[in-house]
C-alpha cells in the first residue's frame, strides 16, 4: 500500500510540473525548406541519349503532414507508361539530402544522398552497369521559378560522367 501512495505522489507531482507546458511540434529545417521548390504539379519531357527515345509525363509533389518528408508522385506516357515514386527529405546528422526512389517495373529502387549548391541538386549513389562497378548522379537545376532541368549521369569504373538523358519540367497552377 505504501509502494502505491508513493506512486501516486509521484504521479501528481510529475504531473504538476507539466502542467501547463505544452510541447513545441519540431519544425522544418531551412534545408527541407529548401525543397518547397518542387512541391506542385509539374509536367515533364525529356530524351535518352542511346537512342534518342523521348518521354513526357507529369509529377506531382506534397508536403507529409509536418513538413519534414516531400513525396513525389510521377506518371510517364512516352515511351511506355510508368509510375513512380520518389521520397526527399534531410539529414540533419548527415548534412545531406535524401532521396527514395521506386517504380512500378521495380527495377529502379535506389537510395541516394544529395547537396544542394545554389541552384542545382546533385543526387548520388553507387551501383553496377554490365557488371562493373558504376556511380549515379541525378542533376536537377532550377532555371526559373516555374522551370527546372535534370539530367540522369552514369560514371563507369571511375570513367567520365555520361549523361544518359536529360530534360525539364515546368510547373502548373499549385
Known amino acids: 500500500m505504501h509502494n502505491r501512495l508513493v506512486s501516486c505522489a509521484v504521479l501528481a507531482y510529475v504531473s504538476v510540473l507539466g502542467y501547463g507546458q505544452t510541447a513545441q511540434a519540431p519544425k522544418p529545417s531551412p534545408e527541407l525548406q529548401r525543397l518547397d521548390y518542387f512541391a506542385g504539379k509539374m509536367s ?39 509510375t513512380g515514386v520518389n521520397v526527399f527529405g534531410y539529414s540533419t546528422a548527415e548534412k545531406a539530402y535524401t532521396l527514395y526512389s521506386y517504380g512500378n517495373t521495380g527495377s529502379w529502387p535506389s ?58 519540367c515546368t510547373k502548373e497552377n499549385r
Open 44 to 82: 515533364c519531357e525529356g530524351v535518352t541519349k542511346s537512342d534518342n527515345a523521348k518521354s513526357a509525363g507529369t509529377m506531382q509533389c506534397a508536403w507529409f503532414k509536418g513538413g519534414f518528408v516531400l513525396e513525389c508522385r510521377s506518371h510517364v506516357t512516352v515511351p511506355t507508361e510508368g
Open 111 to 168: 537510395v541516394r544522398k544529395g547537396q544542394r549548391q545554389g541552384t542545382t541538386w546533385t543526387f548520388d549513389r553507387e551501383g553496377t552497369y554490365s557488371g562493373k562497378p558504376a556511380k549515379y548522379q541525378l542533376v536537377m537545376t532550377e532555371d526559373s521559378p516555374v522551370k527546372s532541368g535534370y539530367q540522369w549521369r552514369r560514371s563507369v569504373e571511375g570513367g567520365p560522367w555520361t549523361v544518359t538523358s536529360e530534360g525539364s
